[in-house]
């Protein structure tokens, strides 16, 4: 099951108020895991970075003239993801951005519905505490030190491990996590288990315990089994 885990950073809040994606950050998963591949791209969202943004993630309208547009780097974008499912902390937040970069250049957006939001899943999993991904950091033991600021690439690889702890860490199931060549080979062993002998065991009634039997069979009345054998 190949999934992409996603994160943007922005100019601000609201695409439709002139706010623009600066990065895209993407974390191949399969299973829940991390395969190693990734796709990171800055973007020059062709307007100022305000100061409260630079104060969030660090990056600068200077530093964004001379990386492409979004028009030059969405091919290689969708190709990454293709039809993955998305999996995003505050789904509805990345979705709004990408699909009005979408829908301005004709292409197919995407549904929100389909996304998998871990902010929702974490609010479920844990309600009424701390739901955002340092604080899941946090919960999972997962090491942040390095998140100074906020980068989409980061984010992702961090909610990616936050994602694989949200659906129960490396060894989610029942089974023992086994190679299939190590699985083939002790399916087919025959398991021996040593038992040590023991001696039966004789178990006779005293007489006070017969007598309580007996007693106890007549408070049960005619249907009772031990009256039918004999």
């Known amino acids: 099951m190949r999934e992409i885990v996603l994160d943007t950073e922005t100019t601000g809040f609201d695409p439709e108020s ?19 591949k990734t796709y990171w791209q800055y973007i020059n ?28 780097i969405v091919g290689d974008f969708l190709d990454f993801c293709g039809d993955s499912a998305l999996v995003i902390h505050n789904a509805e937040f ?34 009424g505490s701390p739901a955002n991904l340092d604080a899941l950091c946090r919960r999972f033991g997962i090491d942040n030190t390095s998140r100074e600021f906020h980068g989409a690439l980061l984010d992702a690889q961090l909610l990616a491990e936050v994602y694989l702890e949200l659906n129960g ?20 062993d025959t398991v021996k288990v040593e038992r040590p002998f023991r001696e039966p065991r004789k178990y006779v009634l005293n007489p006070d315990e017969a ?17 039918k054998i004999g």
């Open 18 to 36: 002139g706010d623009r994606i600066i990065e895209i950050g993407c974390v191949e998963v399969f299973n829940h895991v991390p395969t190693g």
């Open 45 to 72: 969202g062709e307007r100022d970075v305000p100061e409260e943004a630079v104060a969030v993630h660090g990056i600068t309208t200077e530093f964004l003239k001379d990386k492409p547009v979004f028009s030059e």
């Open 94 to 127: 990345d979705i709004k951005f990408l699909n009005w970069e979408l829908k301005q250049l004709g292409f197919p957006q995407f549904r929100l519905k389909d996304a998998i939001d871990t902010l929702k899943i974490a609010r479920k999993k844990f309600p």
């Open 169 to 188: 860490g490396r060894q989610h199931g029942l089974g023992i996590d086994v190679s299939d060549e190590s699985a083939s080979k002790n399916a087919n």
């Open 211 to 227: 007598a309580a039997h007996d007693q106890l069979i007549e408070t049960l009345g005619d249907d009772a089994i031990w009256n």
